[in-house]
């Protein structure tokens, strides 16, 4: 079965302390894995793809396919990252499609 | 903005009652997806449609019901409804990013049951 487990409900860092949010996935298929961050209940936004490697935000993400996680990084954390964040796995359908399957996510709080 | 549109914003009706939610996808993209993301469940897939048919079902009640038009918005039925359906729905379209498909979400529609 797919599952995506976010442990932390709630992380509070200072500002410009590092950060590090952490996904694991179990998945029996070839992970796809993304970082969605929603800010006050707005819209989900795509902030990072595994497949492409970039840093978003100052924000990175390393798949580990020996520990099955796909934790979120930040060195120095921002006030303006302080939302809503999703670890969320692409997962093949019986129609041929993907659906993506979510963490309960992480709610940071960075701290002046 | 993600080019994906949702209409209404907020909905407040009574149970029982019968609602629709309506999704405008990204211009090109043939997939719709809804999730619905409540305090309890977290987010959550109900179903994809992808250019009018029905490809794919998560967790999504028989109460519920959707479908894709010919013009690719879809709309996203809820009837007969419980205080317990009263969530956020999104809708995503996706489009193929090389090697593999990335969901780009809606604003939303907030929906609470009375």
């Known amino acids: 079965a797919q599952r995506v487990t976010q442990p932390e409900k709630l992380l509070s860092v200072f500002k410009g302390a590092p950060v590090e949010l952490k996904c694991n996935y179990s998945?029996?298929?070839?992970?796809?894995l993304f970082w969605y961050v929603q800010y006050s209940r707005q819209r989900l936004q795509l902030l990072l793809r595994?497949?492409s490697r970039e840093s978003i935000k100052g924000f990175t993400a390393d798949l580990n396919k020996g520990e099955t996680s796909f934790h979120l990084k930040k060195p120095f954390a921002q006030e303006e990252d302080s939302a809503m964040y999703y670890c969320a796995l692409s997962v093949g359908t019986q129609g041929g499609s993907e659906k993506l399957v979510f963490g309960k996510g992480t709610k940071l709080t960075v701290n002046p | 903005d993600s080019g994906v549109t949702q209409t209404p914003k907020h909905l407040i009706t009574a149970t029982g009652q019968r609602v629709t939610l309506r999704c405008s996808p990204r211009s090109g993209d043939l997939s719709v997806y809804w999730y619905q993301q409540s305090l309890d469940q977290g987010l959550q897939f109900l179903i994809q449609y992808y250019n009018g048919e029905e490809r794919a079902k998560g967790n999504i009640l028989e109460r519920f019901s959707a479908q894709q038009f010919p013009d690719l918005h879809s709309e996203l039925n809820l009837s007969s409804l419980e205080l317990g359906d009263s969530a956020l729905y999104f809708c995503?379209?996706?489009?193929?990013?090389?090697?593999?498909?990335?969901?780009?979400f809606g604003p939303g529609t907030r929906l609470t049951v009375t």
């Open positions: 998945y029996s298929g070839s992970p796809e």
């Open positions: 595994h497949i």
């Open positions: 995503a379209s996706s489009a193929y990013g090389g090697d593999h498909y990335e969901q780009y």
